[in-house]
């Protein structure tokens, strides 16, 4: 058995009479729930460019976020310091929303209770894996790029963990806590050919140990696609401009997914009608090969939780199950106000910011189709693997993407690799058009942040080979 | 702002203890930077309070040197045990990684002298009832300003305060205050006859709370913005001239700043490597970066290192003159620090800009419209295709589709492609209209030809 670490509010320097006072603070008349949540953060990374690892740094952030909602309103207050007066002040603040006096009872805490399960068990927990190895793994990597092809040029990688403590407790009378690891390890290769320079980037990560990077030597293969990358894209060509089938690869282009629909199906913007998918439940909004669902309960995935940060343990909700839109991704607020069910979706990046309905590991069920076949159903189109990031507008549901590697498909042939360019669709529409969808289901490699209200949470994506017949690609080549 | 919270302070004392404790420990060089601040942030939505969000942060870093290997660290508890240990684990760190020939503080006669004031702090308080009563006039004039306007992503009203204090072991100390007041609102405009929504914004921010546009017209032009999207379509693919307003014409000379650090330039991820001197623009392109504009988002009296900030020419006439530099990044190419240093708490430094912007020309943006017989007015891009390496660039659009000098209608669902490189030599006109919104502002500008990917 792994060692338990502690996620008792001792941690937090609190008793539980404590916890239960500033409840009671917060716990008034018109104020439906309440919460605590205490987070104790450590953050460290290193880097690498120019063969040298010369940068380190480490940050450590500790405090608390008190919530009081009523109705549809919701009070929230935080501190970085955790005496029983801050989280007074802050409790006042909160309970400020419902406007009714203040209450003196403390709120007994009933539950009190570990996660039911353990996504992310580890011998070692990543937070004591000495400077000194993070330093040797950045190293092995510089040589394994600079080996796979001279006009490497340069190699930058970082490696970045944080180790999380959290605790809620709630006025329904819940206690719980979790302890949460992240780690993600990046590398970015520059290559250059007579004054063309061009640039590669790879990486993963997840919940997992240390150990999980010298496994099947994955920073080798991560340093070799960074650099792979690099290489062929000294040879791109300008990539087409206008509408044309697309064949997305698996893995990451999932990505697709998380901008077209995920968003626009979190329960906040569809309580206030703003989603382009307000009016969607229960209707058609992808192909009947489509089949996608959110799960926060995959092992070590960067996307997992035990629980969300609600104390709600994370679960697998169906989204659009052969085409047909079933559910939202919720958080308790919006599951409350909107009477469905509670998803375990209630994500915050920190203390400092509220929890808000968020997406976990977003991804498409595998189909039937092999994918050689969607290559060669294509007469002439873009076959993209690889993306950087994506955006979307909610409202009137139109999303981007952009492809970082992807060739042209030419007679059903993957013929020359082009430059980036930016996909745009629109999300309600775009998965109708997908006519196929591969056995191969790839979840990414561990990267995802996904940004909202100016807060960035890690996220999974993941999709098999699927063809898209239709969407509007960015190019230069018009 | 309202009482609960207690005042910034003074950590000057605070930080002295630590360079003293670091020095103690070995280290040869270090400095410490202090950061406190405090904001009330409301938000409504449909004329009833959505959130309330009230906050006091502190946190502070600390970077040390061991002759030639450094590590940055950084803490929001301030106890005396935990300064022990952040600084026993920032001496351990910077022992397990290499030596960096080229690290170090400043040299101790470039550190920052004077102290200029800056107009950057308003001591202000506004109460949490006014913040609310602030925020539900601007959203009210939003949806008072068309039937059409339906719903509502809120309207929010935010004020906040901080203290930066910056030490090192040269015996530099600096501090300033500052502050910000902003308010945004977000209405959602449906078309009658599609039911098809659309969203837009509008907002305003400040240093001081008297300089502030009125919520009533912040509301409005929010509407404003919102309702003229409403019927957007998609063009066909095609190459044509691309106006960008004034925020979008922002968000490039954003990419630009990305070009001009010294940390893209030494590693070569820029695409303006080697450009120093060239010709990179037409001779009606002038940018400045200055660092010590009256209440600007960008100022302060010193940078991120302790280096007197100031105005620097950027591109002057088309033709580059300067990187953004930080200390590192400016030996690394040759080169003296431009004072750009911007630093995070518990971050070494790295180069950015402070107030950088477009020099206005003499062009109304109407007369710009009026230029273009076919071509695109960008009002909004979105994600994030832009490869900084080549400056290869294809992103999201959406705006106005140009007929003979007017914008003929909105739309949306396109692309816009083209290469930095070759953008900013094709601008070819820059508007009379620059405002500061932030730290980066522009004129409205516009590009000779781009490929728009469409139906």
């Known amino acids: 058995m792994p060692t338990q670490p502690n996620t008792e509010l001792a941690h937090f320097g609190l008793t539980e009479q404590e916890v239960r006072h500033a409840l009671g603070v917060v716990k008034v008349r018109d104020v439906d729930y309440a919460d605590l949540y205490f987070e104790s953060c450590l953050s460290e990374s290193v880097s690498m460019e120019e063969g040298l690892v010369k940068r380190a740094v480490k940050s450590v952030s500790q405090g608390a976020g008190v919530r009081a909602t009523a109705g549809e309103k919701t009070g929230f207050a935080y501190s970085d310091e955790l005496t ?23 709120v007994p805490v009933t539950h009190r209770a570990k996660p039911t399960r353990d996504l992310y068990p580890a011998e070692t927990p990543i937070s004591e894996v000495a400077t000194a190895e993070r330093v040797d793994l950045l190293n092995l990597i510089d ?36 302890v949460q690891p992240l780690s993600r390890l990046q590398v970015t290769c520059i290559a250059e050919e007579n004054g063309n320079c061009q640039i590669g980037t790879f990486g993963g990560g997840g919940r997992m140990a240390f150990s999980y990077y010298h496994e099947q030597e994955r920073y080798k293969h991560y340093a070799r696609e960074a650099a792979r990358q690099a290489i062929l894209n000294l040879s791109a060509v300008d990539a087409p401009a206008g509408v044309m089938p697309v064949v997305l690869g698996g893995g990451w282009p999932g990505i697709l997914l998380h901008e077209a629909i995920g968003h626009g199906l979190e329960a906040d913007f569809n309580r206030r009608k703003t989603s382009a998918f307000s009016h969607l439940l229960g209707k058609q909004v992808a192909s009947d090969a489509c089949t996608i669902v959110d799960d926060g309960t995959l092992p070590f995935r960067r996307g997992s939780l035990n629980m969300d940060d609600e104390g709600t343990p994370t679960s697998r909700t169906v989204l659009i199950e052969k085409g047909i839109l079933r559910g939202y991704i919720t958080d308790t607020l919006n599951a409350r106000l909107m009477g469905i069910p509670l998803t375990g979706n209630g994500r915050r990046e920190s203390f400092q910011s509220i929890p808000l309905p968020r997406m976990t590991n977003t991804f498409m069920l595998a189909g039937e ?24 507008d909610i409202t009137n549901g139109k999303f981007v993407f952009s492809a970082s590697e992807a060739y042209l498909i030419e007679n059903g042939q993957i013929t020359k690799p082009v430059k980036g360019a930016t996909l745009i669709g629109s999300g309600p529409d775009v998965l109708t058009k997908v006519s196929m969808v591969g056995h191969d289901l790839k979840l990414d490699e561990g990267i995802g942040t996904c940004g909202k209200d100016g807060q960035s949470v890690p996220v999974g994506v993941g999709l098999p080979t699927i063809r898209i017949d239709e969407i509007t690609v960015g190019g230069t080549n018009g | 702002m309202s009482g609960a919270l207690p005042a910034v302070q003074d950590y000057s004392q605070l930080a002295h203890d630590l360079l003293g404790r670091a020095k103690q420990r070995g280290a040869t060089e270090a ?14 939505r449909l004329s009833a309070v959505d959130r309330l969000t009230k906050a006091r942060e502190k946190r502070l870093g600390l970077r040390v040197f061991f002759g030639k290997r450094s590590a940055s660290t950084s803490t929001s508890d301030f106890s005396h045990s935990s300064l022990d240990q952040l600084v026993a684990d920032t001496c351990s760190l910077a022992q397990a990684v290499v030596e960096d020939p080229v690290s170090g503080l400043p040299a101790k006669e470039a550190l920052g002298q004077d102290r200029p004031d800056l107009d950057l702090y308003d001591a202000t308080e506004i109460g949490t009832d006014e913040h609310i009563t602030l925020a539900k006039r601007a959203e009210a004039a939003a949806l008072g300003a068309d039937p059409r306007v339906s719903n509502s992503e809120g309207a929010d009203f935010n004020s906040s305060d901080g203290h930066v204090l910056l030490a090192n072991s040269h015996g530099f100390v600096g501090d300033y205050r500052s502050s910000s007041f902003s308010m945004s609102v977000s209405p959602v405009a449906t078309d009658p006859s599609t039911g098809g929504m659309q969203r837009d914004s509008w907002y305003a921010i400040q240093r ?11 509301g409005s032009e929010a509407a404003r913005r919102t309702l003229r999207r409403l019927g957007a379509r998609k063009v066909s693919t095609c190459k044509a001239p691309v106006i960008f307003d004034q925020e979008m014409a922002g968000s490039l000379l954003g990419n630009l700043c990305g070009a001009l650090s010294g940390y893209a330039l030494y590693k070569g991820t820029s695409f303006l490597t080697g450009q120093m001197g060239h010709k990179i623009a037409p001779e009606s392109v002038t940018v400045y970066d200055d660092g010590r504009m009256p209440r600007g988002f960008g100022s302060r009296p ?12 950027v591109i002057e006439r088309g033709v580059l003159k300067s990187y953004l530099l930080d200390t590192y990044s400016g030996k690394k190419l040759g080169l003296a620090s431009t004072g750009n240093a911007s630093r995070s708490v518990g971050e070494s430094p790295s180069a950015g800009p ?25 009002t909004e891009l979105i994600g994030f295709g832009i490869n900084m390496v080549t400056g290869d660039y294809s992103r999201g659009a959406a705006g106005f589709w140009i007929e003979n000098g007017e914008l003929a209608y909105p739309v949306e669902e396109i692309t816009i492609a083209g290469n930095l490189k070759r953008m900013f030599l094709d601008i ?25 990917a469409g139906n």
């Not at chain 2, 400095?31 to 409504?44: A, E, F, I, Y």
């Not at chain 2, 010193?302 to 020419?313: M, V």
């Open chain 1, 143 to 178: 040589a394994e790029a600079r080996r796979y092809d001279p006009r490497i040029k340069n190699v930058m990688a970082s490696f970045n963990t944080e180790y999380k403590i959290v605790m809620v407790a709630t006025t329904d009378g819940r206690m719980v806590g979790d």
């Open chain 1, 84 to 106: 029983k007066r801050d989280l007074e002040i802050a409790a006042n603040t909160a309970r400020y929303i419902a406007q009714s006096p203040q209450g003196e009872r403390p």
């Open chain 1, 369 to 392: 189709s092999d994918p050689q076949d969607i290559i060669r159903s294509v007469k002439n189109g873009l076959y993209a693997v690889s993306f950087g990031g994506g955006q979307v």
């Open chain 2, 428 to 452: 070819d006109m820059v508007g009379s209209d620059l405002e500061f919104r932030g730290r980066i502002a522009s004129p409205t500008i516009k590009i000779g030809e781009m490929t728009i």
């Open chain 2, 354 to 378: 402070t107030n950088f912007y477009l020099v206005p020309g003499a062009v109304p943006p109407a007369d710009i419209i009026r230029s273009v017989t076919r071509g695109l007015y960008v």
């Open chain 2, 31 to 44: 400095d410490v930077m202090v950061m406190d601040g405090r904001n009330l942030s409301v938000q409504v």
């Open chain 2, 302 to 313: 010193f940078d991120g290192e302790g280096l007197p900030t100031r105005k620097t020419p």
């Open chain 2, 208 to 218: 001081a709370y008297a300089r502030l546009d009125s919520p009533e017209s912040v």
